[in-house]
């Protein structure tokens, strides 16, 4: 069995807040394993490209709205609706577009399983 060696809380007005294009993320916690945050992208408007990352995956999960996750190195576009989740492998760049008529929310994690 493994042991924590500390439980740690982050309040929502704790959190590391910054923009990506017109993307508000709020980042929650960072350690040398894992990163985990959450975005919010009023209806039309679009997050800068997330050049990827180079030994890590990321995952998306629509908690509300409707959202594009576009790969601009394949010009591909999945569309992803409240509860659904997607897998990004490394080193891919993203970005979000909100295509739906109400503010979208989109958690997120990264493995970190080497220096990135």
Known sequence: MVL???IKV???TETKNFMEGDEFCK??????????GVSTLQPGMRGDVDPGHKDSY????????KV?????????????AEGDAILIPPPRPHALIN???????VIWSQSKFKND
């Open 4 to 6: 924590l060696k500390k």
């Open 10 to 12: 982050i309040r929502k």
């Open 27 to 36: 980042l929650y916690f960072e350690t040398d394993k894992l990163v985990f």
């Open 58 to 65: 990321e995952i998306f999960y629509v908690g509300k709205g």
């Open 68 to 80: 594009l996750c576009h790969f601009p190195d394949t010009n591909i576009y999945e569309e992803l």
């Open 99 to 105: 295509v739906g008529e109400s503010t979208a929310i």
